[in-house]
């Protein structure tokens, strides 16, 4: 289901508050008000078209890099002694990105009216996730609100760091690969039919391999329009439609099942919830909320149902350790590990540890992902560009043999 967008009326508090945010349908807007800390009243679809749309899609939101750098100077600026509206309104007069900078003045403005800082927060749900918000709202009733906020911070920036290594390991391959099509299409549009005149007047019988060619520049002359305009339709249904749960359940499995690829899909989500577990446990976040609520920051279906299952266990009063020890996708180590930190006391620091190994698997994985494929895509581009070489010049090589007998 492609996302929608809702307007809701809410109870914050003693308060009655309205206003939109967007969603895949009205349960999972409840469910992530509920976890923001407000009670919903009334939850409706309204029509986002045209320009409308733009604004609801584009507007208010502020990118990851200068969410974290933001909490991080909140964080330090609370540290030292000023209070929570001069710190936000300071951050916000320093924000070099103007969609944060309109999004701290509007939380700005919320506080300075009574609100708490995680209900401020929660009014912008596309720049501060549910994780952020149950963290912010522990430390605010827990009374050390800038040291949640420089976990916050630090969670921010190692999610960072596991998008910049899987990029690293990605952006090679798909430049190769778009540079590879690139060259195919230029030589079967605008070299093959330089080749295929001079073919005509040879009067022989082509090889099959050079009449194979001629055949896919043929027929690439009048389809390369409707595949272009396929590309882009494709591309725009995938834009609004990768994180519909139907087509995730149907992926997400096999993104983990490729060779290569699907290892280091997996280390990434865990690495992701090892943290986010781990953080939400030092900043007093009760365990059942925490699993409730990072299930979904794992970024695979596969590890969010398995997440789910683990919250049912522990929620029925089964321990941490053992719920996840019944779920393979875990493996042993991590199950191992929560157990020990269970029996110490010391949970959050035994998820660190599991966190930072899989953050030095993740960087390791993804250097030896590029070396590995960078000499196959090498090779896969020398056979295919070689072919089609070798494919323009047989007839050549058949006539010089031809003339050469006689």
Not at 265 to 272: G, Y
Not at 289 to 312: P, S
Not at 315 to 343: C, H, N, Q
Not at 357 to 371: G, M
Request: net charge neutral.
């Amino acid at each position: 289901m492609a996302a929608k967008t809702f307007e809701y009326t809410v109870l914050a508090g003693n308060d009655t508050r309205t206003g939109r945010i967007d969603g895949p349908d009205q349960r999972a807007v409840a469910r992530h008000l509920r976890e923001s800390g407000m009670t919903p009243i009334d939850i409706k679809e309204v029509s986002t078209t045209g320009l409308n749309m733009n604004i609801t899609i584009g507007g208010n939101a502020a990118r990851p890099k200068d969410v974290a750098i933001a909490i991080r100077q909140l964080s330090t600026m609370v540290n030292a002694g000023l209070s929570l509206l001069q710190s936000i309104n300071a951050v916000a007069e320093q924000a070099g990105s103007p969609a944060l900078q309109k999004v701290l003045l509007q939380v700005a403005g919320d506080v300075e009216t009574g609100s708490t800082l995680a209900d401020a927060l929660a009014k912008h749900p596309r720049s501060f996730s549910p994780v952020i918000l149950a963290m912010v709202r522990a430390g605010e009733a827990g009374g050390y609100l800038d040291a949640v906020l420089l976990s916050v911070a630090e969670q921010l920036e190692s999610e960072l760091r596991l998008r910049r290594a899987v990029k690293s390991a990605m952006v090679y391959p798909a430049v190769v690969l778009v540079f590879a099509c690139v060259v195919v299409i230029v030589m079967l549009l605008w070299i093959v039919p330089v080749f295929q005149g001079i073919f005509e007047g040879i009067g022989k019988d082509l090889p099959l391999p050079t009449m194979i060619l001629v055949g896919l520049s043929n027929f690439l002359k009048w389809a390369i329009l409707p595949i272009l305009v396929g590309v882009i339709l494709f591309v725009i249904w995938w834009r609004n439609h990768k994180n519909d749960l139907w087509l995730r359940e149907k992926l997400d499995p096999i993104k983990l099942k490729t060779p290569i690829i699907g290892p280091l899909l997996l280390k990434v989500a865990l690495a992701r919830l090892s943290k986010s577990i781990a953080t939400m446990s030092r900043v007093g976040v009760p365990i059942v909320q925490t699993l409730e609520i990072v299930g979904d920051t794992a970024g695979n279906v596969v590890v969010t149902q398995a997440v789910e299952r683990v919250k049912e266990q522990v929620t029925t009063g089964s321990a941490l350790g053992k719920a996840i020890a019944a779920e393979p996708i875990f493996g042993p180590m991590i199950s191992r590990m929560v157990s020990v930190g269970e029996d110490a006391g010391a949970l959050d620091t035994m998820l660190e540890k599991v966190a930072e190994f899989y953050d030095e698997e993740v960087q390791a994985t993804t250097n030896s992902i590029t070396s590995i494929i960078e000499p196959i895509l090498i090779v896969v581009v020398g056979v295919v560009v070689g072919s089609i070489l070798i494919s323009l010049y047989l007839p050549i090589f058949q006539l010089t043999t031809s003339a050469d007998e006689l």
